[in-house]
């Protein structure tokens, strides 16, 4: 809990049942299996995901695809053989708390946290179904490592593969400009131990 | 060193460059900023913020607009004031191994990564530059509480914004079949001290 505490900010239902659906993924995959990980939701789960399995956002061996299901997919990355693990709203009948924390039928602060955690905890793994999966090929192909150009309009370095100009400036949305604000030094003598405190976030 | 490896899996140069960018987003932001992060890139500079920062992918402090450059963005989540920070090509001249990595100049196994490293540390925050941005206020907006619906295709719980059918039943791509495949036993006597070992993976 304390290290769920430290990397996800705060101990949140959807990264405990993420423990029990990565558990039932282990136990469902072959011994020795090298595995990468799909999630169909951003929310939660890739952090149960990134904490409890060797597989994260920025090592590419965890893809988040949002369509917006609690569930997630371990496959063999050479085989594609593989399990998906979901939430099945039909067994969590008997968890009020647990149906009231995933149908969003109260709103969050009116939630019962502690009830919540222990339903989730006596529930155990019988609230989740696993399905066999094959993951398609053509998603397996290892990632070539890609030539990187410079941009001529932000004279940054981009992927190549994105075209001649990078996305930022052919278009793609990023919610600020760049590449042509007044800059900042490099170096301003604020030492980091002074610098902003998360301990006030709420949200 | 031991706690980046621990979760990327293997210490990259890109996490302990994304070291110092973070360094310098915290020394050029107000202390006691509340702040999100944007990452241009989903590949290593992600586990550098989730690692040293209280944002993550699952938490959703973290938001990744992959436009393929090295570059993050942290700005007060109220205001949207910040600062982007990003590896200046020009300025890695005088470092070879950090120019070779960054333009990929040769190919990954044929980098000197003890030289790499040393010159990351050594180049400190002199390669990067720091400027000003202000994040659009529409991306600022609290992210609502979001209703769910039952896909009336694969049966299963999704956030009601996607429309009436979830997004992977209305044609978003997932890599495999999901919601008619043969049912896997919910638990198996599979110890998942046997599970699979990521020990031998590479890559």
Not at 57 to 75: E, H, M, Q, S, T
Not at 104 to 130: C, H, M, N
Not at 142 to 166: I, M, Q, R, T, Y
Request: aromatic share 10%.
């Amino acid at each position: 809990m304390s290290l769920v505490k430290s990397f996800h900010y705060h101990v949140s239902p959807g990264v405990l049942i993420g423990g029990f659906m990565i558990e039932l993924a282990y136990r469902n995959l072959p011994p020795e299996t090298i595995f990468d990980v799909i999630c169909e939701t951003s929310k939660c789960l890739p952090d149960a995901v990134q904490l409890l399995t060797p597989c994260t956002i920025g090592n590419r061996w965890l893809k988040i695809i949002d369509v917006g299901r609690y569930a997630l997919a371990f496959y063999d990355k050479y085989s594609g053989e593989g399990v998906r693990v979901h939430l099945v709203h039909d067994k969590i009948e008997a968890w009020p708390e647990i149906k009231t924390w995933f149908l969003k039928l109260k709103p969050k602060q009116l939630q019962d946290s502690q009830r919540l955690f222990g339903q989730i905890k006596e529930a155990d793994t019988g609230i989740y179904q696993v399905d066999k999966i094959r993951v398609a090929r053509d998603f397996l192909k290892k990632e070539p490592d890609e030539p990187v150009s410079f941009c001529p309009l932000c004279h940054e370095v981009f992927l190549s593969s994105n075209g001649a100009v990078c996305p930022a400036c052919s278009g793609k949305y990023l919610p600020y400009r760049s590449g042509s604000n007044s800059a900042l030094p490099y170096y301003e003598p604020v030492s980091p131990a002074n610098g902003p405190s998360q301990e006030s976030r709420h949200g």
